[in-house]
Each structure stands twice: as structure tokens, then as C-alpha cells.
């Protein structure tokens, strides 16, 4: 049964409210266990949550004009409305969201807009490193979009179609029919594109998390740096999810999504911490080498 | 399917690559230079040129609610349908790329650190941002309603090759392989943007305008914009690992035969010095030749 409108943005709410805060944990509970592998203490697993209060409690002491306010604005809305394209849970009305306005290729697109206007947003800020953060991203981008774009087309082949419900839906019955074991060439590629899209090590050069503040978020404080991180958490849960249904066989519950997402996040963790990083034209090198190679493998392997 | 795509794209690209042209000529006609990393900041003195650029890179890059997303889905679906794999992945590869150029674009332009000498400079002339405006306003109207422009290019193309392979259920475009429904993506966007953005107003807490070098600069207080605005050599890390490719083989040929060419020069030029004792000298080694040779006979 088709829910009338205003409960279907009800449910639209809801269904935000449990990634964010499911998207927040996950983040807090990798920061921790990514600590426990180097030997320290950690932070509390709430920490984001408590980062983000004080963030938005705080008082906006500078701003560079009307794009710099606009950029966390797309950002935030570029992570809310990717969450919005993706069916969470296969079934259920509540996680259903807004996917009936377009199929994968609206997702892929949409994870651009939320950087494309963060990129404008920290340019106006005129502060070189966040300029020369940005160009790292965008090229880091192209480059490990090639090996997912391939895995893409090449599930799209073997799916016949590009609607996510319908992927998710040819991958129910048993883990024999995920995209994992039907089509692990795909996964692998799509895997590796996964490291360089959560910008974990080490691929993390481009947000540069442990040393001097590059990228982006150089300039941005209080609340709009609140944005960021809600985003960060939104943003997370949305491409965690649309993963789960593309290669892990989706969801019919909210538990199955949660274990399913956390350990999909966590191969980032396993790789990070037993890795090095990566300069940026190595890693644009590295993108177009090996995964690129599996990509073109699993298309040929499906296709033909 | 593949000629209503080539048609959208056509019609789609007129209106943003106009408006986006219209915009940096306008900018480049206040600034006097074609100079990229020249200018810069310009967002602050022509406002409208910023956001008709802004809009024409958002639709060209075919970030979904505006137009430019409907000639990519449709590209994509032809070309998946057609059973063009690679086709399809460059495709997507080269819309990343258009990425990076436009965004080092409309940042080396209109953001980042005005220069001192563009700190007068104004908008660019009313009958250059009207057009701009039209084409804007065309832009946003089709991204609303596809069904404006692909109505009559699919009533066009459907005359000729019936099985057109695309059709609309109510708004919503149809494929064998997916769907896109361009009014409702556009809804669900605006409502989100809009409720972030609220959200942020409503958290501003009476921000400070700050002067252009007010940033956090690593205790350096930088105070010229030309040492500030990163814009020359934008995408270093991409020509350190691809810059192979684009050196040119044929530029190095002919750096060759120049060199070549040069060094015959040069020792021609031993014999032509311009110098009167080396000419004398030839006049003299001329006729001991001479001598010698009439000697021998």
C-alpha cells in the first residue's frame, strides 16, 4: 500500500533520524577501535555526538560571504538527498525514502553535488589549502571512480537493470545470490573505489586528518562545522547503504542494514590501519592500475 | 534512444554552455585579461555573472536536479542498452574530468583572492547578463518539467525509429533498464536544501564579515592576494601521474629538428661571423686555394 504524503515525509524524517544516529556511532566506534589497534584509549563511543553540540553551540566569529555560508548548506543537503535516493531496507515503507525519483545512476550523481558545492563553499573562503584540498579530492575522485563506474555497469549488465529495489530484490534468497558471490570481480573493484571514497589511509592525504587542517573544512568553524559532521555521519550511512544493496544483498530489517553496514565500514579500518598513505598522483595511479584492470574484468566477464 | 540523447544534449548544452560563456566573457571583457589565474574574487563584484556560472556548471556536470543530469541518464541507459561497456565507463570518467576543470574554473575566476587590480572592476554590461538571465531561467524551467524538452524530441526521433526505447509514465522517464523522475528529484532536493539551510541560518550567531587575508594561515598573515589565490598549476597531483600522456611526441620531434637546425646554423655562422678579419681571412685562404690549384696545373 502506497502511504499518503505527508506520511510518507514522516517516515522520510525517521528514516533520516536512525543513519544519523546509527551514522554518528559508527563513526565514534571506528575512531575507538581504530585507537584500541594503536595502543591508546580512545574517545567515548557518543564523542560525535558530543563534538557536534558543542560545534553548534558555539558562536560564528567570521564569515567570507554568502557561497562560504552556502557551501555546508550543499554539503549537508548533498549527503541528506543521496540518503533520500537510496531504499534502505528492501520492504519496509518506513526506510523506503524518496527512491521512486530516479535509479542508480541519480544516486552516483548526487554524491557530486554535496562536493561540488562544499568545493565552492571553502573557495570562497580564499584560503589556499582549501583549494589545494580540493583539487587533491577532485582528482583523487576521477581516479577511483573509474574502477567503481565499471563494477557499476558491469552489476547493471548482469542485473539487466539499474534500479536499485530490483538489484536488491535478484540478490534475495541466501548469501549464494549476493552480488559477492555471483559477481565478486565487481565487489572487489567497487571495494577498492569503496577506500578511496570513505578517504580512509591511505587514501586519507587529501583531508590530511592528523596534521596540518587541509582540505575544505580549513576555514569553516561552529556551526557550520556542525554541518560538517553531521554530514559526514548522513553521508557515511547513505554510501554504506547503497553498497549493502548493490554488491551484500541489501536489507530486510534495520538490524540485518546495521551489521551488514558496519562491517562493509570496516574493511576501511582493516585496510587504514595496516597501510601507509599514499601521495595523490600515487594514488591516481594506483586507481587507474590494478582496480581499473578488475573493473574492465568484470565487465568482460559478465558481458561476454 | 541514441538520437534522442544526441538531441537533449544538443539542446540542453546550448543553454548552459551559452550562459557559462556569456558569463566569462563578461568577466574577461571587466578584467582585460584571458588569463586564468590572473583574475580571481571576482564573486564579490559581478554577483549575476558568479550565478549563471555557478548554475551552468552545476547542469553541465550533470549533478542531478538540473538539466545537464537528464542528458547523462539518458546517455548512460543508450549506451548500456546499445551493449557499449567501455563507451559507457569513459563517458563516466570524462564527466569526472569536466568536473576538475570546471570547478578549477570558477574557482581560479570568481573565488579565491580578488587581485589589487580588480578591486573596481564591475558587472559585467546589462546586455551581456540579460541573455545569461534568459538562459538561466530556461535552464531552471526544463530541469523542473524534462517533459518540455523531450516531449517533442522524442515525438521527433519516434516519428522516424518508432522503438524509441524511452517513455514517460507521468513525469517519470522510463527505460528497459530504469526510471527518472526529474519533478520529483527536483522537489525532494529543494525541500532538503531548503531545510539545511534554514537550519544553518537559524544557528548564526551574528557572524563578522572578515577582510579578504583574515584566515588561518599557519601563524603567517599572507597579504598579497598573488601569493594567496591557488590557481596556477591547479591539478598538480594529476599531471605527476598522468602527465606522461600529454607530453607531446610530436612537440618533441620538432624540438629536435629545431635543435638540429640551430647547430647547422651555428656552424654556418663560424664561416658568416659579420666580422671584416674573418671575411679578409677567406679572401686570403681563397686565393692561396687558388694559387695552389693553378700551381698544381
New interface residues.
Given amino acids: 500500500m502506497e502511504p499518503s504524503i505527508p506520511l510518507r515525509i514522516a517516515y522520510a524524517f525517521v528514516s533520516l533520524a536512525v543513519i544519523t544516529v546509527y551514522g554518528l556511532l559508527l563513526i565514534g566506534s571506528m575512531a575507538r577501535i581504530s585507537a584500541k589497534v594503536q595502543g591508546r584509549v580512545g574517545q567515548p563511543v557518543w564523542q560525535p555526538f558530543i563534538d557536534i553540540i558543542k560545534s553548534?553551540g558555539k558562536?560564528?566569529?567570521?564569515?567570507?560571504?554568502i557561497?562560504f555560508?552556502?557551501g555546508?548548506?550543499?554539503r549537508?543537503?548533498g549527503g541528506?538527498?543521496t540518503y533520500?535516493?537510496v531504499p534502505a531496507v528492501l520492504g519496509s515503507v518506513v526506510f523506503q525514502n524518496?527512491s521512486?525519483?530516479?535509479?542508480?545512476?541519480?544516486v552516483m550523481?548526487?554524491i557530486?553535488?554535496g562536493q561540488?558545492g562544499m568545493?565552492?563553499g571553502a573557495?570562497?573562503?580564499?584560503?589556499?589549502?582549501s583549494?589545494?584540498g580540493?583539487?587533491?579530492g577532485?582528482?583523487?575522485?576521477?581516479?577511483f571512480?573509474?574502477p567503481f563506474?565499471?563494477s557499476i555497469?558491469?552489476i547493471?549488465?548482469q542485473y539487466?537493470?539499474?534500479?536499485i529495489t530490483k538489484i536488491v530484490m535478484a540478490q534475495q534468497g541466501g548469501w549464494q545470490h549476493w552480488t559477492l558471490f555471483t559477481n565478486p570481480l565487481a565487489v572487489v573493484a567497487a571495494m577498492i573505489a569503496f577506500l578511496g571514497m570513505s578517504m580512509h589511509n591511505p587514501f586519507s592525504v587529501v583531508i590530511a586528518p592528523q596534521e596540518?587542517?587541509i582540505g575544505p573544512p580549513?576555514?569553516y568553524q561552529?556551526?557550520?562545522l556542525?554541518?560538517l559532521q553531521t554530514n559526514r555521519a548522513v553521508f557515511n550511512g547513505a554510501k554504506l547503504v547503497l553498497y549493502m544493496n548493490l554488491f551484500f544483498g541489501g536489507a530486510t530489517n534495520v538490524p540485518v542494514m546495521v551489521v551488514k553496514t558496519f562491517l562493509i565500514y570496516f574493511i576501511n579500518i582493516f585496510v587504514g590501519q595496516a597501510f601507509p598513505r599514499f601521495?595523490?598522483?600515487?594514488s591516481?595511479?594506483f586507481f587507474?592500475g590494478v582496480p581499473t584492470l578488475i573493473?574492465?574484468a568484470a565487465?568482460v566477464f559478465i558481458?561476454f | 534512444m541514441g538520437w534522442t540523447t544526441a538531441l537533449y544534449l544538443a539542446a540542453t548544452h546550448f543553454l548552459y554552455k551559452g550562459m557559462m560563456w556569456l558569463s566569462v566573457a563578461g568577466a574577461s571583457l571587466r578584467t582585460g585579461t584571458r588569463t586564468m589565474y590572473l583574475m580571481g574574487g571576482l564573486i564579490k563584484r559581478m554577483p549575476l555573472s558568479f550565478v549563471s556560472f555557478l548554475v551552468g556548471i552545476i547542469a553541465l556536470s550533470g549533478v542531478p536536479p538540473l538539466t545537464g543530469f537528464g542528458g547523462k541518464w539518458l546517455l548512460y541507459h543508450s549506451l548500456i542498452a546499445k551493449g557499449w561497456y567501455f563507451e559507457a565507463a569513459a563517458s563516466f570518467l570524462a564527466s569526472g574530468i569536466a568536473f576538475l576543470y570546471l570547478y578549477r574554473m570558477i574557482h581560479s575566476i570568481f573565488l579565491g583572492q580578488p587581485k589589487d587590480e580588480h578591486r573596481t572592476v564591475k558587472e559585467a554590461p546589462f546586455w551581456l547578463i540579460v541573455p545569461q538571465l534568459l538562459l538561466l531561467g530556461a535552464v531552471i524551467v526544463f530541469s523542473v518539467f524534462p517533459r518540455l524538452i523531450l516531449d517533442p524530441i522524442m515525438a521527433l526521433v519516434g516519428a522516424r525509429y518508432p522503438a524509441a526505447g524511452f517513455a514517460f509514465e507521468g513525469q517519470t522517464l522510463v527505460s528497459s533498464l530504469g526510471y527518472w523522475n526529474g519533478l520529483l528529484t527536483i522537489i525532494v532536493v529543494v525541500v532538503v536544501f531548503v531545510l539545511c539551510l534554514v537550519w544553518m541560518v537559524a544557528n548564526l550567531r551574528k557572524p563578522r564579515l572578515v577582510k579578504q587575508f583574515n584566515i588561518v594561515f599557519a601563524a603567517e598573515r599572507p597579504f598579497r592576494p598573488e601569493t594567496t589565490h591557488f590557481a596556477f598549476d591547479f591539478f598538480a597531483p594529476y599531471r605527476r601521474a598522468l602527465g606522461f600522456l600529454v607530453r607531446g611526441r610530436s612537440e618533441r620531434a620538432w624540438t629536435a629538428v629545431a635543435g638540429l637546425a640551430t647547430s647547422v646554423a651555428g656552424a654556418i655562422r663560424r664561416l658568416y661571423s659579420g666580422n671584416g678579419q674573418t671575411y679578409a681571412l677567406h679572401v686570403v685562404l681563397y686565393v692561396g686555394i687558388l694559387y695552389l690549384f693553378l700551381g698544381v696545373r
Fill in positions: 553548534s558562536r560564528n566569529s567570521i564569515s567570507h560571504g557561497m555560508w552556502l555546508p548548506v550543499f549537508l543537503a541528506v538527498g533520500m535516493f524518496f521512486m525519483s530516479g535509479d542508480l545512476l541519480l550523481y548526487f557530486f553535488f561540488l568545493a565552492l573557495s570562497e573562503g580564499g584560503h589556499p589549502y583549494a589545494i580540493v583539487s587533491r577532485l582528482a583523487q575522485m576521477t581516479a571512480e573509474v563506474a565499471l555497469i558491469s547493471a549488465v539487466g537493470t539499474l534500479d596540518i587542517p580549513t576555514e561552529s556551526n557550520l556542525g554541518m601521495r595523490v598522483d600515487q591516481i595511479r587507474l573493473g574492465i565487465v558481458a
